[in-house]
């Protein structure tokens, strides 16, 4: 029973690791796209209003995008618990995940929510993630400093699970839009939602399940 479930964990980092490495270069080639700093781009584009109106929306924009990058990329390399030869590796990309997320991403993340396109369902969406990937982040750091490294590697995950949304949300977009042509203010409402909580259901349930 126990090489059954040490089998099933293995194969999960596998698959996560083949899946994550592809997505991560997706999102690369999205983030390069407004390096260098380029406001009539890809998102931007439909985001003029905020870009004239607000002087202080691409600060907060950029801010995001670029610290995100880093995140996924460095909470990745923390959570696979690899130290690839240099001394204490898991922990200083773990102290950069955190730093980033608990200072830049989500506090940017939280105010770009607030200008979501979908109306009132996307931005409370993109609120409760910003706070539960803030508190979770900050849980996982909690449990670093008290030395509780088994259940710090639980909260881990789900602050990863949460991170990923990134990917995932724009996962169910093309699959939403291919396959039922949606609104686009209808898709914007579904994916706001869809692209953290079978997320964080998932990463629960192998936790209940102790694969994680």
Known sequence: ?????????????????????????????????????NP???????????VTERSEYLWFFYTH???????????FLAIIRKNFGIKNFHRNAGKIYIFLILLLAVP????MGIF???????KLSFFILGCLWWFTTFKAYQLARHKKFSEHKQWMWRS???????ITLRMWK??????FHPNPMDVYQIIAWLGWIPNILLIEYLIAKKHL
């Not at 996560?16 to 260098?36: A, D, H, Q, R, S």
């Not at 009539?40 to 905020?50: H, P, R």
């Not at 940017?108 to 105010?111: K, N």
């Not at 093309?174 to 396959?179: A, K, S």
């Open 116 to 122: 979501a396109n979908g109306g009132f369902l996307s």
């Open 65 to 75: 995008v670029y610290t995100s990058i880093f995140v996924l990329l460095a909470g």
């Open 40 to 50: 009539n781009v890809s998102f931007l584009m439909i985001k003029q209003t905020e």
């Open 160 to 166: 990863f699970a949460l991170a990923v949304s990134a």
């Open 174 to 179: 093309v699959f939403i839009v291919y396959l």
């Open 1 to 37: 029973m126990f090489l059954v479930k040490k089998d099933i964990s293995t194969l999960i980092k596998i698959l996560l690791i083949i899946g994550f490495g592809y997505f991560f270069w997706l999102m690369l080639k999205i983030t390069l796209e407004y390096i260098p700093f």
């Open 108 to 111: 940017s993340g939280i105010y």
